[in-house]
């Protein structure tokens, strides 16, 4: 019996180059998997489900050209450092969210934004204040302004003077500025602004001949027409060594080789 492969197992060729990773951080109950559903299917869930941690892979057709994102919901509670570390390792765009009406969740955001330029300064072998990392801050809850606990001016101070980090106050319940957020984001990180959920079109997998095996093994899609993209079905958290290999295939100078290990587990 032949057993079939998932996407997951990286059956596709799509070369390194359009591979990316978009990790969203931050504490319990701030709506990170709200964002992440949004993202996805354009839908809010009411009901809160804590976070262990997800994946979620989707793959694009832009200009003839197939690029797969992976995008990693993690859970507010971090009871696994190694794991965050590897988490910000891995990451390529980061997200990172807490609730206008938790001062907590902002002082949260505060500590992860500081490791994350930490993390990455030591992969790449750069200090923390010229570490290239891509992210924005969402102040999430918008739609409940008169519980705000966080100031607009406190928030400037978190991200003024870094161009590579943008601030949005949105709301995933009502759906508000949630695309801007994202086509921001990845212009940010120069990645395809096609990849926002507002600027391409979404298709089943049924009917997506993107991922028939012949198109993606030849790394292009003659699609001739708008770019669209698919959810993967099923798609698995990668192993921690397919993680560390991604980290070597993406990484700059810095680490290497076994040492690069010990900087993702230390």
Known sequence: MIKKKSL????????????????IL???????????SRFLNGRFEE?????????????????????QLDILDTSGNHPFP????????????????????????FREVQRLKKQIFETKSCLKNKTKESADVPLVICGNKGDREFYREVQRDEIEQLVTGDEQCAYFEISAKRND??????????????????????????VSVQYCDMLHGKSLKNKKVNDGGDPYGVVAP?????????????????????????????????
Do not use: W
């Open 26 to 36: 931050g504490s319990t109950k701030v709506g990170k998997t709200a964002i992440v």
């Open 8 to 23: 997951a197992e990286n059956e596709f060729d799509i070369p390194a180059k359009n591979c990316y990773r978009m990790v």
């Open 177 to 202: 500025n949630v695309d801007t957020m994202f086509r921001t984001l990845f212009t940010l990180a120069k990645l395809p602004h096609e990849m926002s959920p507002d600027l391409h079109r979404k």
């Open 47 to 67: 009901q809160y489900t804590p976070t262990i941690e997800d994946f979620h892979r989707k793959l694009y057709s832009i200009k003839g050209e197939v690029h």
């Open 82 to 105: 190694a794991m965050r570390r590897l988490s910000i390792l891995t990451g390529d765009v980061f997200i990172l969210v807490f609730s206008l009406d938790n001062r907590e969740s």
């Open 234 to 266: 099923f798609a698995r958290r990668p192993s921690v060594h397919s993680d560390l290999m991604y980290i070597k295939e993406k990484a700059i100078g810095g680490c290497q080789g076994k040492d690069k290990e010990r900087c993702v587990v230390s």
